[in-house]
């Protein structure tokens, strides 16, 4: 079965700076995805970046970058300049096996970006 | 575009009552995904469907719990009789299809259950 472990509870990172939320995972399925959502206190869940397993580079969205190490099966997410609205639950899943599309969840990270 | 589209925003209903919660994916979205969030278990998914037939249910707690996709645009998820334990924001996501990237979330319905 897969698992996805967040091993941050909560960050709390000063304004401006990068912060990198970590996000390892398990599987013996060698097609999967990997997905970080953001989840704000207003409670939607905004897709923010997607990784695959045969993907050659490390997928990359304005701010967001995803550092992905197949060996080591993490695939931590960075956030670049850090801004007050980055405070957030931030939530690292993935998708195993094309053909059942349902995402497993880890239980996330809280960042506080501080003034 | 319209993204998904869950209603109601909030319910509070009383134990052993019916509770029908209801999504609207995007158009031209062939899945669709009922997932719950609770603080005790996460984000879990519940049941998703492909061109409107249920392809996984192994989510679905018990037998209280129901959910159907009559077309591609509508998804009911019921919970008859309510409990307590089923309070959690229940929320909904679409893609557009088998393989592709990305699962756009609902804004996801508050259920207190008294």
């Known amino acids: 079965a897969q698992k996805i472990t967040q091993t941050q509870p909560g960050m709390f990172v000063q304004e401006k700076e990068a912060v990198t939320l970590d996000c390892t995972y398990d599987?013996?399925?060698?097609?999967?995805?990997l997905f970080w959502y953001k989840q704000p206190s207003s409670g939607e869940m905004i897709f923010l970046i997607y990784?695959?397993?045969?993907?050659?580079q490390n997928a990359t969205e304005g701010r967001y970058s995803l550092n992905f190490q197949k060996a080591r099966k993490s695939a931590n997410l960075v956030i670049s300049a850090s801004q007050l609205g980055d405070s957030a639950m931030y939530f690292c899943?993935?998708?195993?096996?094309?053909?059942?599309?349902?995402?497993?969840f880890g239980t996330g990270t809280r960042l506080t970006i501080i003034p | 575009d319209a993204g998904v589209i869950q209603s109601p925003r909030h319910e509070v209903t009383e134990m052993g009552q019916e509770v029908t919660l209801r999504c609207k994916p995007i158009?031209?979205?062939?899945?669709l995904f009922w997932y719950r969030q609770t603080m005790m278990r996460g984000l879990e998914l519940l049941i998703y469907?492909?061109?409107?037939?249920?392809?996984?249910d192994s989510g679905m707690p018990e037998d209280r719990f129901s959910a159907k996709m009559p077309n591609a645009s509508f998804s009911t998820l019921k919970i008859q009789p309510s409990e307590p334990r089923d309070s959690a924001v229940y929320f909904c996501?679409?893609?557009?299809?088998?393989?592709?990237?990305?699962?756009?979330f609902g804004p996801g319905t508050r259920l207190t259950v008294l």
């Open positions: 899943a993935m998708r195993v096996s094309f053909g059942n599309e349902k995402l497993t």
């Open positions: 599987t013996s399925d060698p097609s999967y995805g």
């Open positions: 990784q695959g397993s045969y993907d050659q």
């Open positions: 158009s031209g979205h062939n899945s």
């Open positions: 469907f492909n061109n409107n037939v249920p392809i996984d």
């Open positions: 996501a679409s893609i557009l299809g088998q393989g592709t990237d990305t699962q756009y």
